[in-house]
């Protein structure tokens, strides 16, 4: 049982930076820790745009580019970490 929880302990994916809307607050992208493994690169930066979108401008977004790159599990760790982040609330 300690195994399945702490596949979802929260792990940074990564840090965007302060804007005069945050009122110059740094913010942190969390996903649970078993998501976060699988994440590539490219991936993690998907999650940083879609968050940055989604989340912090209040706007929509297309994640598009070629078969087989992961767009699927960005979506599920971005899902993730809104449903898990206390500071979201309108979302």
């Keep these: 049982m300690q195994e399945f929880e702490a596949w979802f302990d929260m792990v ?7 804007g005069e809307e945050d009122g110059g607050k740094e913010e942190e992208v969390t996903i649970g820790k078993g998501l976060a ?4 690169a490219h991936q993690r930066a998907g999650v940083k745009f879609a968050w940055e979108c989604l989340v912090r401008q209040g706007k929509g ?11 699927s599990l960005q ?6 970490g809104i449903l898990y982040d206390n500071e979201v609330k309108d979302c």
Excluded at 12 to 18: E, F, G, N
Excluded at 37 to 40: I, M, R, T
Excluded at 75 to 80: E, G, K, Q, R, T
């Design 61 to 71: 977004c297309i994640l598009a580019h070629c078969m087989g790159l992961g767009k």
């Design 12 to 18: 940074l994916v990564c840090r965007l930076a302060a």
């Design 75 to 80: 979506v599920v760790a971005l899902l993730y």
């Design 37 to 40: 493994k699988y994440l590539q």
